[in-house]
């Protein structure tokens, strides 16, 4: 017994030595080497390191990525503290930062620090700067010094969420290539319009819009600019948009290399691209409001909601919203006799409906003569008004359901006689169909059976087209 417990004991205080030997290798590495491995770890993670010894005990401040939240502090006042003591410690040992992810829950009478903290952290080699504050009332949104426009020359990513961008004296931002700019508000126009133009490198931009932000007119002017995502919402507390505010408001987009484009944004009064030369897909979430050209003789507004559709014309790729196709359908006098423009280069068009106007797919349908792949969703389904349902076979067959519609795919699928309906009109109607898929969501094996069964049961003009659930 006393001969394996003195075994035991021997392993024991061999595993101690040996993990001690392990740690003091570790130790005995150089503090940048130490931080970069850090580095990989979540922020709150390398705080933990703090308290292995002595030497790991200010290793963690030299971390180059910082991921900070306010939320993960008692409140707001120990994370004002936690965050100027940390800046001053990288003062002092002329620390870079390469790296840092601000998040900020904070309130009216909290104090405002974000202004010293990015003048603090601005540098030539700052590569990733995200910033998002969440305050009780824009009023008190916190301002962004100037610095960061001038210092940071290595700056690739830049968010900003609900700060106040001022007047810019000056912009150098030569390397910037993602910038996400989110209910902010900005000194003017102009100022806006210098930011995006500034940055000669820039690839991908967002806009996200809340009124008011001191903005009439979005102009985006780049030449290197790929994609671009615009967004305006309705302000804090705001349940609509005077039309007097709304009046000479708008989003201009001069950026030839785009490729891609989404509209969120059906409050701006007028909508133009210019050289859309390389415009692949579109994404038209909200553009149009119910608030647009009503009126039919509302020429300026017919001729720059014609304009627009002329401009995207060559894209490869489109995605439609139900909310698009209700003010398409709402002005359907004015389509009547100025139809959309031929989309003759898109081969592949999603597009969601409500089913009060699916009537209209087929009349949509033959400005895509040259559509391979449908994606067709039902918004809003409404089993009780099924028999307000229209009879698609007394509209013409759109053109590209004779000659090049390869694939279908219905989302939200389910057994109810106007869906049938659909599903048959195109199994009837299209002549090169290889493929119909029906999203379909049922646990029941019996209901998914008859409806399978049904679905065979319909006519095909496609001898080789596939129809399958999912």
């Not at 910033?131 to 010094?145: G, K």
């Not at 020359?153 to 700019?181: A, F, I, Q, W």
Request: aromatic share 8%; net charge negative; charged share 25%.
């Amino acid at each position: 017994m006393e001969e394996k417990s003195f075994s035991r004991q021997q392993q024991r205080m061999y595993d101690e030595s040996y993990i001690r030997a392990k740690e003091d290798m570790i130790s005995k590495l150089p503090d940048s080497l130490l931080s970069q491995i850090l580095s990989h770890l979540p922020t709150k993670d390398t705080v933990r390191t703090s308290v292995l010894s002595h030497k790991w005990k200010s290793v963690w401040l030299l971390v180059p990525n910082l991921d900070l939240s306010s939320s993960e502090f008692p409140d707001y006042t120990a994370f004002a503290s936690f965050i100027d003591k940390l800046l001053a410690f990288s003062r002092e040992e002329n620390s870079v930062l390469y790296k840092l992810n601000l998040s900020l829950q904070k309130d009216v009478n909290d104090q405002s620090c974000v202004t010293r903290w990015i003048d603090s952290v601005a540098n030539p080699k700052l590569n990733h700067l995200d910033v998002e504050c969440t305050l009780a009332n824009r009023i008190f949104l916190e301002a962004i010094p100037q610095s960061l426009y001038t210092e940071c020359d290595t700056l690739v990513y830049l968010r900003l969420h609900r700060v106040s961008l001022g007047e810019l004296n000056s912009v150098s931002l030569p390397c910037l290539k993602t910038m996400r700019l989110e209910h902010n508000v900005y000194a003017s126009d102009a100022s806006l319009e210098s930011l995006i133009s500034s940055c000669p490198v820039l690839e991908d931009l967002s806009v996200v819009r809340m009124v008011p932000d001191n903005v009439r007119v979005v102009r985006v002017r780049s030449q290197s600019l790929t994609s671009f995502h615009v967004d305006y919402l309705l302000g804090d507390g705001d349940d609509f948009v005077e039309d007097l505010e709304r009046e000479g408001s708008g989003v201009l987009i001069d950026a030839p290399r785009l490729e891609y484009l989404k509209f969120d944004d059906d409050l701006s009064d007028s909508k133009v691209i210019t050289n859309p030369v390389s415009l692949e897909k579109v994404n038209l979430a909200y553009v149009f409001g119910e608030h647009d050209f009503t009126d039919v003789v509302d020429l300026p507004k017919r001729n720059m909601v014609r304009s627009f559709f002329n401009s995207i014309s060559g894209v490869k790729e489109m995605k439609l919203s139900s909310h698009t196709m209700e003010f398409l359908d709402n002005n359907r006098e004015y389509m009547s006799y100025d139809p959309l423009p031929q989309f003759c280069n898109v081969s592949t068009l999603k597009v969601a409906f409500h089913v009060s106007n699916l009537d209209m797919m087929p009349t949509l349908l033959e400005s895509f003569p040259n559509l391979k792949s449908l994606v067709l969703k039902l918004d809003h389904y409404d089993p009780s008004r099924e028999e307000e349902a229209v009879d698609l076979r007394l509209s013409p067959v759109p053109q590209c359901l004779l000659s090049s519609l390869e694939s279908v795919k219905i989302k939200r699928f389910n057994r109810g006689p106007f869906n049938m309906e659909v599903a048959g009109y195109f199994l009837e109607n299209s002549q090169v169909l290889k493929k119909l898929v029906l999203d379909f969501k049922c646990s029941a094996f019996e209901q998914g059976f008859y409806m399978l069964r049904d679905l065979l049961a319909l006519p095909r003009r496609s001898s080789s087209c596939q129809v399958l659930l999912c």
